[in-house]
């Protein structure tokens, strides 16, 4: 053989050695593809005389793998029972040219075998044995055989163009004269057509089984990524060489992998169909497969990745502009909801579906020179009626500013005409109605918005950090053409629309779009003094809050000093106030003097009370001073209940406001001791006010008391002496704790009930239970964040975390955010506010039910999932929260058995049940401390007196948590019933010999990995990990509860479940069902009996320690990861996060 050939053999040889099994059980994966050179794709296009579709479309034999793997060197001469055939010629005797690369995806032999196999065949034939080898290259290399077939595409492509030109140079040379025609050159044309032919058959040859060899396999490959390059690659083929590609037979392959579960793959698939599709030329070749696919294409505008939908509506205008008619109606309605998808990028395309579609053919915009011409006044107002006409008879949506939004990147042109949108306003002969009325008013502000502010309404977000230098200043251009043409026109506006709320609220708004200079600059003075006079006419006439907010924000952008025209402006608005506040002093002293008011001096009162605080919480009005009046007002409603809702409402706020502003006053310079001492005298009668509208029979009165006092409490906690303002720490105010009981009482009457069922969403009642589930999220949060801050006990955070699993659906996310960051704040405290939000659940249906059949009661059940997610939220990190867990338990065996029942009665304790949800937690335990709670119920359950063979089936279910070793032969079926079984450790090996294996079945506990046997349990603390509280003075020595902190296993165990187990003298001293058990009361610990807890647990450590050494001392196990002695870890009590305050929720 050639010298380059010697090479190529030994590279493949090492190659193919290298590669060992992993490339033959891999054949079509694309890691196989780096044993492919670019050499091979040339020599088979060089090679013209090759028979690779002859030799590709034969019948195949999987090579034998019988022999054993060879370390010899390659043999000289051909061994029986190998395949290589000695042979004169290639027609009597061909192996079939893939059969290497079957060999290898058999992965029967050996890959030296198979070397040495092929090396002695290619010495017989070498041109047979380098097609074989060649075929098993192209065969194996996956992805990258597609870029071998991109570059056969081209060079056909090439080819047909030689073809081509060919043809013309034939027929021109044969249309000539006789006398100037030349034989020669025809035939050389000819014998070249024939030539390039002859090619062009060879490369399609190739083409047609590099396709059917590796794309139809590789198309629906186990990888996403070779999907997509297959998918990628074809449609390369389609555009690039329609006349081979562009049929039926191909065109299949990329709509079945439109159904492809990743996302990649089916953005391919789109991408490769747009690229057709965007050829008006090849859509007419395109109708059957459109007429197969489209429903799946315009379903894949609702697809679940963002990017593909975008892209499938793009193709979809594509469709529809080069293909008329193939889009129903049905197909179009399919997309119009999408213009007000909250992802913008989708909404965009969606908007210019919908443009091309309805406003397009109706409105074109001619080019000339390469600019619009500018659109008829005609045209626009077409454009304007089509847009109102989708918007309301499409009911789709409630705010066409997204509408506006979706249009504004193919339609901005059109919707910055704001001198059409203005004309069809102020038109006296217009026929538009009501609804079309304020629609064009809100496309109005939100084109003014757009152009101005340049960011999409609330909810979308354009995933940009922000404008170019030339969006910028087109964004100013557009500011400054919108503030020149409306300044004029907007008292025309408000002056025609003042009666009507909700078309004056949002041309009010239209200030804030406006370069307000231009009032200066552009001498439009005049214009402000009619805008003036209109919007105190509009505040005067209208109660509504939307529109008093809007006015007030308008008037408060006219006030800045900064502006000439601020006198002018500041003028105005202590006109309005004085005006606002003569009435409010003349209807307040009538309503003082007389005990009834109509309904006409009521309103006239109430609206007054709403104008001044929508003005008082944008503008300083203290001036005025409102503060004495509206308290007096309010302590008339308090001590006589004679004075309406309506008019306490605003009452609340307007003194809440001047209490702000006097803060804000004070906190701005160095108040001297008096002006602390009054404003603090005021929030302290304010909050008094407050605490007695909480008791008011108004919800509406009672829910804003609770909003106000809660952000006033935030507003003067420790909080606000942060940040070097020392000198208001005067003003710092806690609440009493009969102000902490009621907010706690408020809560549980006004948030923790239960909603009716919505329906489907539309009906005007659904929409109203909505809003009041918002108000009631409101008020929960307001209030978490007083506990967060510190101003509320944290205790009284189990009045919330009891409702964590019932209230999950509405409340879930501020209940859980709650829990977390208490827990930041204080982990052991958190932990034990859990176990109190259990224990008060216990305690509310112990006294409504009764101690019989608890267990069995649906609100039982629900308390056990509640334990259950509880003991879900310790996370992981068991290490970390193993004492807090083990404390836990502690504290909840002695709920459980601090009430006894009476003396000679058999009836097991009534908190006894309690146990069950202590179970919950057992998860959580490690092996070491699962003994030791073993050990102190038993010492805890020898006051308690028990009928023999009667065992209590919470006690066998705590138990049964706490035991590593599940016997199924000691526990029966009655006493623990299988709804009520919960997972155990396992397997756990006994540490004595005489247990059978029938003692050893467990069931796995994932969360807490297998606890070697015979390691220590002792913990290295500076306090008791776990204080083991006695329940009475007894005669019992702690060296015996010691020595019970021993596993138990076997007879022992046996005898520990067993019934007469528990039977021990009553004690006739314990508690009766009479006493209610309280938040604070729950709560206590004595403190003398911690301390002997705290010895006697020190004393058990000492001897559990010396009793696991000496087991450990014999014992040649590898080191325990969970044992702290072995670790040198120290555990300890976790301290309160200092320093850190957790953030507050929206409250508004």
């Not at 054949?27 to 670019?38: L, Q, V, Y």
């Not at 008013?441 to 950090?465: D, F, M, N, Y």
């Not at 029938?998 to 506990?1005: A, C, D």
């Not at 990995?1009 to 390691?1015: G, K, R």
Request: proline share 5%; charged share 25%; net charge negative.
């Amino acid at each position: 053989m050639s010298s380059p050939l010697q090479r190529a053999v030994g590279d493949t040889k090492r190659a193919l050695s290298a590669s060992s099994s992993s490339s033959a059980s891999l054949p079509f994966d694309d890691r196989d593809s780096n044993h492919t050179s670019e050499g091979n794709g040339d020599s088979l296009l060089a090679d013209e005389d090759t028979d690779f579709e002859d030799s590709l479309n034969r019948n195949v034999k999987k090579r034998a793998a019988k022999r054993p793997p060879k370390t010899t060197p390659v043999a000289k001469h051909p061994k029986k029972g190998s395949r290589v055939v000695h042979r004169h010629s290639r027609k009597q005797s061909e192996p079939p040219a893939n059969d290497l690369f079957n060999a290898v995806k058999a992965a029967k032999s050996d890959m030296q075998s198979l070397v040495d196999e092929w090396l002695d065949s290619y010495k017989q034939d070498q041109d047979a044995g380098f097609l074989e080898l060649v075929n098993f290259f192209i065969q194996s290399c996956g992805c990258k055989a597609m870029k071998l077939m991109t570059s056969l595409v081209k060079v056909a492509l090439q080819l047909s163009v030689h073809q081509d030109n060919n043809q013309r140079q034939y027929e021109a040379e044969r249309n000539k004269g006789p006398g100037q025609r030349a034989p020669e050159r025809l035939e050389s044309l000819l014998e070249k057509r024939k030539e390039l032919q002859e090619h062009q058959e060879e490369i399609e040859g190739m083409m047609n089984a590099l396709f059917r060899g590796v794309f139809v396999h590789r198309y629906r490959d186990v990888l996403p990524e070779i999907r997509a390059i297959c998918i990628e690659e074809i449609g390369c083929w389609m555009q690039s060489y329609s006349t081979s590609f562009l049929t039926d037979s191909y065109l299949k392959y990329i709509g079945w992998t439109l159904h492809d579960k990743h996302r990649e793959v089916r953005l391919k698939c789109v991408k490769a169909l747009k690229g057709l599709y965007g050829n008006r030329d090849l859509t007419t070749r395109l109708e059957l497969f459109t007429s197969r696919f489209k429903d799946r294409m315009v379903s894949m505008v609702m697809d679940r990745e963002y990017d593909v939908a975008v892209e499938a509506v793009r193709l979809l205008i594509l469709i529809l502009k080069n293909m008329e008619g193939v889009l129903t109606d049905a197909d179009c309605e399919s997309v119009y909801p999408v213009v007000y998808a909250s992802h913008r990028g989708l909404a965009s395309a969606a908007g210019e579906f919908l443009y091309w579609k309805l406003f397009y053919p109706e409105c074109e915009i001619r080019m000339m020179g390469g600019r619009e011409q500018r659109q008829s006044p005609g045209a626009q107002r077409t454009f304007f009626q089509l847009l109102l006409s989708f918007f309301v008879e499409s009911e789709l949506h409630d705010h066409a500013a997204y509408l506006v939004d979706s249009l504004w990147d193919c339609a901005g042109a059109r919707l910055k005409d704001w001198e059409g949108l203005t004309s069809l306003l102020l038109e006296k002969d217009q026929n538009l109605g009501d609804v079309q009325e304020s629609t064009l008013i809100e496309i109005l502000v939100s084109s003014a918005r757009q152009a101005s502010e340049g960011h999409p309404p609330v909810g979308r977000v354009t995933g940009r950090k922000g404008l170019t230098s030339k969006e910028r200043k087109t964004q100013a251009d557009d500011r400054v053409k919108l503030t020149e043409h409306l300044i004029p026109l907007l008292p025309q506006l408000l002056a025609k629309f003042s009666a009507d709320a909700e078309k004056v609220t949002p041309l009010l708004q239209l200030l804030s779009c406006f370069d307000l200079h231009i009032y200066c600059t552009g001498r439009l003075e005049k214009h402000l003094e009619l805008f003036l006079q209109q919007l105190q006419e509009v505040v005067v006439k209208h109660a509504e809050p939307a529109v008093l907010e809007a006015g007030a924000h308008a008037l408060y952008l006219l006030c800045n000093p900064e502006f000439t025209f601020f006198s002018r402006a500041d003028f105005a608005r202590s006109q309005l106030v004085d005006l606002l506040t003569d009435r409010f002093q003349q209807e307040l002293e009538e309503l003082l003097q007389s005990s009834f008011l109509d309904e006409d001096e009521v309103y006239n009162l109430a609206a007054t009370l709403k104008r001044l605080s929508a003005f008082y919480n944008t503008h300083d009005l203290t001036r005025w001073e409102l503060y004495e009046p509206c308290c007096q007002l309010l302590q008339k409603a308090v001590d006589t209940g004679e004075v309406p809702h309506q008019v306490i409402l605003p009452a609340l706020t307007l003194v809440y406001f001047s209490i702000l502003w006097t803060l804000t006053h004070i906190s701005k310079s160095d108040a001297s001791q008096k002006q602390l001492s009054s404003l603090r005298d005021r929030m302290v009668a304010f909050c008094e006010l407050c605490q007695s509208c909480l008791s008011d029979v108004d919800t509406e009165i009672q829910e804003q008391a609770f909003v106000l006092l809660s952000d006033l409490l935030l507003i003067f906690s420790p909080q606000m002496i942060v940040g070097g303002r020392d000198f208001l720490r005067p003003l710092v105010f806690f609440p009493e704790a009969t102000l902490q009981s009621e907010l706690a009482s408020f809560l549980m009457d006004h948030v923790f009930i239960q909603p009716g069922d919505l329906g489907s969403g539309d009906s005007q009642e659904d929409h109203l239970q909505i809003e009041r589930l918002h108000q009631r999220r409101r008020l929960l949060a307001g209030f978490c964040k007083l506990l967060l801050y510190g101003v509320l006990e944290m205790d009284a955070a189990s009045d919330v975390f009891k409702h964590y699993n019932k209230f999950y659906n509405d409340y879930g996310d501020i209940i859980k955010e709650t829990l977390t960051r208490a827990r930041q704040i204080d982990r052991s405290h958190c932990s034990r506010i859990l176990l109190l939000s259990l224990k008060q659940l216990y305690t509310e249906l112990l006294q409504e039910h009764g101690p019989q059949g608890l267990n069995e009661l649906p609100a039982f059940i629900e308390m056990r999932d509640l334990a259950r997610r509880f003991a879900l939220s310790f996370g992981p990190q068991q290490l970390q929260n193993r004492d807090l867990v083990v404390m836990l338990h502690k504290e909840g065996i002695q709920f459980s058995l601090s009430e006894l029942p009476p003396a000679g009665s058999s009836n097991q304790p009534p908190n006894l049940a309690f146990l069950e949800l202590l179970s919950e937690f057992s998860p959580r335990l490690f092996h070491q401390d699962k003994q030791l709670l073993l050990s102190y119920l038993e010492k805890c359950l020898q006051h308690v007196s028990q009928a023999p063979g009667h065992p209590w089936g919470p006690v066998t279910t705590y138990c049964h948590s706490l035991s590593p070793v599940e016997n199924t032969a000691e526990t029966s079926p009655q006493v623990l019933p299988s709804s009520k079984r919960r997972r155990v450790e396992g397997p756990a090996k006994p540490n004595r010999e005489d247990v059978s294996s029938s003692q050893e079945e467990s069931l796995q506990l994932n969360s807490i990995p297998p606890t070697p046997t015979l390691t220590s349990t002792a913990v290295k603390s500076r306090q008791p990990l776990w204080g083991l509280k006695e329940m009475e003075e007894e005669d019992g020595s702690e060296l015996d509860f010691a020595q019970g902190s021993q596993p138990v296993a076997g007879t022992e165990r046996s005898r520990f479940l067993g019934p007469q187990y528990f039977q021990t003298p009553h004690n006739p001293s314990g508690p009766g069902l009479g006493n209610q058990l309280m938040r604070l009361s729950l709560m206590e610990e004595d403190e003398e009996e911690e301390l002997e807890i705290q010895d006697e647990s020190n004393e058990e450590r000492q001897d559990t320690d010396m009793q696991a050494s000496s087991y450990s001392s014999t014992s040649e196990r590898g080191l325990d990861l969970l044992d702290s002695t072995e670790l040198d870890i120290e555990i300890t009590e976790s301290l309160p996060l200092l320093g850190k305050s957790p953030h507050p929720y929206n409250s508004r």
